[in-house]
């Protein structure tokens, strides 16, 4: 099978040998095991992998994180095997099987897609912090990111060679890296596919590296990235809207219509520049030309602006709200629900 596999490690057990001994004997030739720092203890482990034909052993000094650990592996096949299929990444603790890594690789090979084995997490004997961080992670993948993923969290994932470059640039060094492997991909439009795989989790997953704390900020601080920026631009849009509201009622007296409409087309121009240029830069790193971009941000602007006008007056008369307090109140909520609409309209046409 023309496609290496990568295992980063960070002090392994004697288990990483059963990993390997059914990795040969599912045919894989070329096992690339990088020493993620690990701890003298396991130097005599190391030593055996090295005797290993299929193996071989790469080192970093110091612990550098499963990110670290993947891209080095991704740069040493770049390098040495450039004319591979593509690569398969596993865990060094049996969570996957063999037939399961080998069922990847030969999708991969096939297909010429990323395939992610997607583990089944209802099944009783999956550990309920890995259910719970799971199931979290997989909703805001959908709601924010428009990624539809059954298991974000795999180790498990078959990579085509062309793929590896552009992960080789991008930033993680440790278990935020395979969550940012996912968004770069969506960024790229690279295709994936997923393969059941079985499930399989030892003595509780208690041999994991991963900080359910630390480890879970970095991951949904990547992801809600996306969504602080128009959380922003909605505090100064809602803001501005309520004291331009109240400054205007000298000027319009009750003629209500005419000041909402006001108050709501100032206070979205200031918002939507900021949130513009700080979407295009800092949010989705957007690669297309400012003019293609923030016409297409002003078109949704356009329609987001009247959509939120007629709905404000509507819900005002409906329910009788005279004053500018029960007028906030309605705008808030109704562009709280506009914002949905509005992020993935951004995410997959604005700035696509």
């Known amino acids: 099978m023309n496609v290496p596999v990568i295992i980063p490690t960070y002090n392994p057990k004697e288990k990483i040998f059963d990993v390997i001994d059914g990795l040969c004997k599912k045919g894989f030739e070329n096992i690339v095991i990088?020493?993620?720092?690990?701890?003298?203890?396991?130097?005599?482990?190391?030593?055996?992998?090295?005797?290993?034909?299929?193996?071989?052993?790469?080192?970093?000094?110091?612990?550098?994180?499963?990110?670290?650990?993947?891209?080095?592996?991704f740069e040493y096949v770049l390098k040495t095997f450039p004319d591979c299929d593509g690569v398969v990444t596993t865990d060094d603790d049996g969570q996957h099987t063999p037939d399961d890594?080998?069922?990847?690789?030969?999708?991969?090979?096939?297909?010429?897609?990323?395939?992610?084995?997607?583990?089944?997490?209802?099944?009783?004997?999956?550990?309920?912090?890995?259910?719970?961080?799971?199931?979290?992670?997989?909703?805001?993948?959908?709601?924010?990111?428009?990624i539809k993923i059954t298991d974000t969290q795999t180790g498990l994932r078959a990579i085509p060679l062309s793929y590896l470059s552009p992960l080789c640039q991008i930033s993680g060094e440790r278990f935020e890296y395979e969550t940012n492997m996912l968004l770069e991909?969506?960024?790229?439009?690279?295709?994936?596919?997923?393969?059941?795989?079985?499930?399989?989790?030892?003595?509780?997953?208690s041999e994991t590296h991963f900080n359910p704390l630390t480890d879970s900020v970095k991951i949904y601080a990547i992801i809600l990235k996306y969504a602080l920026s128009s959380l922003?631009?909605?505090?100064?849009?809602?803001?501005?809207?309520?004291?331009?509201?109240?400054?205007?009622?000298?000027?319009?007296?009750?003629?209500?219509?005419?000041?909402?409409?006001?108050?709501?087309?100032?206070?979205?121009?200031?918002?939507?520049?900021t949130n513009y240029f700080v979407n295009q830069r800092g949010v989705f790193q957007s690669k297309q030309s400012v003019k293609k971009s923030i016409v297409r941000y002003y078109i949704l602007a356009a329609a987001q602006l009247l959509l939120s006008f007629l709905l404000v007056n509507g819900a005002t008369i409906l329910f009788n709200a005279q004053s500018s307090g029960w007028q906030t109140l309605i705008?808030?909520?109704?562009?709280?629900?506009?914002?949905?609409?509005?992020?993935?309209i951004q995410r997959d046409w604005v700035y696509k």
Do not use: W
């Not at 991909?185 to 003595?203: G, V």
């Open 185 to 205: 991909m969506k960024r790229q439009s690279l295709p994936f596919e997923e393969e059941t795989i079985s499930t399989i989790y030892s003595d509780n997953n």
């Open 232 to 273: 922003i631009c909605s505090l100064i849009d809602v803001g501005l809207f309520t004291l331009i509201n109240l400054l205007t009622i000298p000027l319009f007296g009750e003629n209500e219509t005419l000041r909402i409409f006001t108050a709501t087309a100032a206070a979205r121009i200031v918002s939507s520049l």
């Open 34 to 73: 990088i020493d993620d720092g690990s701890k003298a203890e396991c130097t005599d482990i190391f030593s055996k992998i090295e005797e290993i034909p299929e193996c071989v052993l790469l080192r970093h000094e110091i612990n550098r994180g499963k990110g670290r650990g993947l891209k080095t592996g």
């Open 331 to 344: 705008k808030a909520v109704i562009d709280t629900i506009l914002f949905f609409f509005s992020f993935a």
């Open 101 to 146: 890594i080998a069922r990847c690789a030969e999708k991969m090979t096939r297909d010429k897609n990323m395939v992610l084995g997607a583990r089944d997490f209802s099944q009783d004997n999956v550990p309920p912090k890995s259910r719970f961080g799971n199931n979290m992670t997989r909703i805001v993948f959908r709601l924010v990111c428009g």
